[in-house]
């Protein structure tokens, strides 16, 4: 009799504290730090390792990944690379995996997980996008083969180190994922944020420091330099999986193969000339950056002198509001309903005017694909000319800028 008693009460007591009698906020603690962990094992291994090759993991770290992604979400690493691939190749297109733009924006937030799991039964995605993912044996006959029994095996685990409320941990865990990178990441990273740079895509960064996710939350970058380990671009940004990846690096265990190319500036040069034009070209996004930059000072001089002139409520001022907003997008990134705003600030200026016909000449420099180099050399120094020579001195500056960069 006594000897069930010590059983009830070991079992009971097991129940209430599991083998670590942790407290409310042990547990708590460790179900965040258990979710960070398998954050961090998407954006280094799945994410930037795997699906982008931009750095290379020591076996040691490549391999724990891969077992605590299988112990908490199942996840095969072919399938997800596969779906990111496809997801760059096909951005906002109807082949897009989870595009917001073609797909909806609750429909991603809200059945991202359902999204995922659809494209992974596509054969045909696995069989286009999923090459150089792991296929050894461990890989086929246990991760691959076995995917709802590694989250079987860490719910035991959550049950034997906290008790009945390890359910609640492994409930926390199994959500995590879906949570930010199906619906947050794949969604409102599409929708919503702020924009560095003009990727070709509705990709935003949903926040300055990459902390919660990982860094993911760093998207537009991610999406304008898709191949680079490192997703903060500017100073005040911060990307975690950053500083982990640079902690392995300096052990030994990760080797980093691209960052986000850094344009440089020397001397300014008489003439643009073809390394000129190879560093513009090669940093296209951040030079189309400093120019919005530029465009958007032009747009807060013109305010300032409506301000002076107290000409705050005119239609002008509305309209250059718009433009200071506005006028630095692409024009297929600006809603229809500004245009004739946008117009009317560019026909009350013709400085503004001229800022924005010169930005959509200097892009061809790289958008034309049937020149030859010389002649795109020659159209840089024609541009470079009739920059410094229009009388406005954000494109003088600009030009003489540009006669300095050197790759």
């Known amino acids: 009799m006594n000897e069930l008693m010590m059983v009830h009460d070991a079992l ?8 670590t009698h942790a407290s409310g906020w042990q547990i708590l603690v460790s179900a965040l730090v258990m979710t960070h962990i398998t954050i961090a094992a998407v954006t280094i291994y799945l994410h930037r390792c795997q699906a982008h090759r931009s750095l290379d993991l020591h076996p040691i770290p490549a391999h724990f990944f891969r077992f605590w992604l299988w112990a908490t979400t199942g996840q095969v690493t072919k399938e997800w690379v596969s779906i990111h691939r496809k997801h760059h190749a096909k951005c906002e297109t109807v082949e897009d995996p989870h595009s917001p733009v073609t797909h909806g924006i609750k429909t991603v937030l809200t059945r991202g997980a359902e999204l995922y799991r659809a494209e992974a039964k596509n054969q045909e995605t696995l069989k286009k996008y999923g090459h150089q993912t792991p296929d050894d044996w461990v890989e086929r006959n246990l991760y691959s083969r076995f ?11 959550d049950l034997l180190l906290f008790g009945a409320a390890g359910l609640s941990v492994w409930a926390l865990q199994m959500a ?23 990727a070709p895509d509705a990709s935003t960064n949903i926040s300055p420091w990459g902390i919660i996710i990982g ?29 982990y990846i640079r ?8 080797k980093v193969r691209k960052t986000p190319p850094m344009l440089r500036h020397g001397v300014i040069k008489p003439v643009a000339d073809k390394d000129t034009l190879e560093a513009i070209i090669a940093n296209r996004y951040e030079v189309m950056a400093k120019y919005g930059r530029e465009l958007k000072a032009a747009c807060a001089v013109e305010l300032a002198k409506l301000q002076a002139q107290g000409h705050e409520h005119s239609v002008q001022w509305k309209q250059l509001k718009a433009a200071k907003t506005w006028l630095h997008r692409d024009e297929d990134r600006i809603p229809q309903a500004v245009h004739a705003e946008l117009a009317g600030a560019r026909a009350a200026s013709p400085a503004l005017d001229k800022l924005v016909l010169m930005r959509e000449e200097l892009r061809l420099l790289w ?8 002649q795109l050399v ?7 000319r009739k920059a410094e020579e229009s009388g406005i001195a954000e494109l003088r500056a600009f030009s003489q800028n540009l006669r300095a960069a050197r790759a």
């Not at 995590?176 to 003009?198: K, M």
């Not at 380990?229 to 975690?240: C, G, N, Q, T, W």
């Open 12 to 19: 009971v007591d097991w129940l209430a504290n599991g083998i």
């Open 147 to 157: 995917t709802w029994q590694g989250v079987g095996l860490m719910m035991i685990v």
């Open 176 to 198: 995590w994922i879906p949570i930010t990178a199906a619906g947050i990441i794949n969604g409102l990273a599409h929708h919503r944020g702020y924009r560095n740079f003009e």
């Open 215 to 243: 860094g993911e939350e760093l998207h537009n970058n991610h999406h304008t330099y898709p191949t680079s380990a490192k997703l903060s671009v500017k100073p005040y940004e911060f990307d975690i999986g950053w500083a």
């Open 247 to 254: 902690a392995m690096e300096m052990v030994g265990l990760a």
């Open 367 to 374: 958008t034309r694909t049937n020149v030859s180099a010389e």
């Open 378 to 384: 020659h159209d840089l120094q024609a541009w470079c």
